[in-house]
């Protein structure tokens, strides 16, 4: 079934009415009529399985068949901190690290990043929320304003756990920190093209972030990012 996240004023007892982005997706492009079902996500971690009951120009509606929790939401929490990377790099990590499992994606400005076009926070959040749709997941992740690496580390303070992939890390697996670790709510830092700076990942550990390795080869920043997320949560038993 299609899943479309609504605002939760859209639900009204037994009724849903489809804002109209939505209603327009269901009308013109998947060309939905009275009798399909879809799912609705308010982004609570519910959702509603619905019957479509009217398909038209003034209003889509339907009606609520059932209620239930999403049971595909990962019980620990990752921030993933990621350094704006050139052209559309940064979005095809928001996408893929959303599909596996993140809670909150943080752009980060670091040293060397020279990414040009500024934050477009209201495309990334449309970005992340189609693919939680995709992805089966009950909340889509919350995608913060861009901070400078010096705020983000700030940012991880409260966290049980956070970890900087950085080429130069020889030692510190990062799957034997994770493991002793058992974090519920952990930060994952990755650079940009050029990678963090010694005297950034320095800065790192004076705030406590654990510079790690993910293996002998070096990573480009939007695989070392998915790497990095799809490991912690397969470590914790995240991914089934």
């Known amino acids: 079934m299609h899943r479309f996240f609504v605002p939760p004023e859209s639900i009204q007892g037994e009724q849903i009415l489809f804002p109209r982005a939505v209603a327009e997706q269901m009308r013109n492009v ?9 799912v609705a996500l308010s982004g609570d971690g519910w959702e509603c399985e619905v019957e479509v009951t009217e398909v038209s120009k003034q209003q889509t509606a339907g009606r609520i ?3 239930r929790p999403n049971d595909r939401e990962p019980h620990a929490q990752l921030t993933l ?8 790099h940064f979005e095809w990590v928001l996408q ?20 040009k076009g500024g934050v477009k926070e209201e495309r990334w959040a449309r970005i992340a929320a189609e693919a939680a749709e995709q992805s089966g997941r009950g909340r889509a992740p919350e995608i913060s304003a861009a901070l400078s690496l010096e705020d983000a580390l700030a940012d991880c303070a409260g966290l049980d756990l956070s970890a900087i ?14 493991e002793e670790a058992q974090p519920t709510r952990l930060g994952l830092f990755v650079g940009p093209e050029g990678g963090f700076s010694a005297r950034e990942v320095g800065l790192a ?14 990573l480009r920043a939007e695989t070392a990012a998915v790497v990095f997320c799809a490991l912690a949560l397969h470590r914790l038993g995240e991914l089934g």
Do not use: N
């Open 30 to 38: 998947l060309r939905l009529a009275p009798g399909a079902r879809v």
């Open 205 to 218: 550990r004076t705030h406590g972030v654990h510079p790690v390795t993910l293996g002998r080869r070096i």
């Open 165 to 178: 992939a950085w080429e130069e890390e020889r030692d510190m697996r990062f799957e034997t920190l994770i």
């Open 81 to 88: 901190y990621q350094c704006l990377l050139k052209h559309d």
């Open 96 to 115: 893929k690290c959303t599909e596996i499992g993140a809670a909150r994606v943080v752009p980060v400005i670091s040293e060397r990043t020279v990414a």
């Open 65 to 67: 068949l059932e209620r």
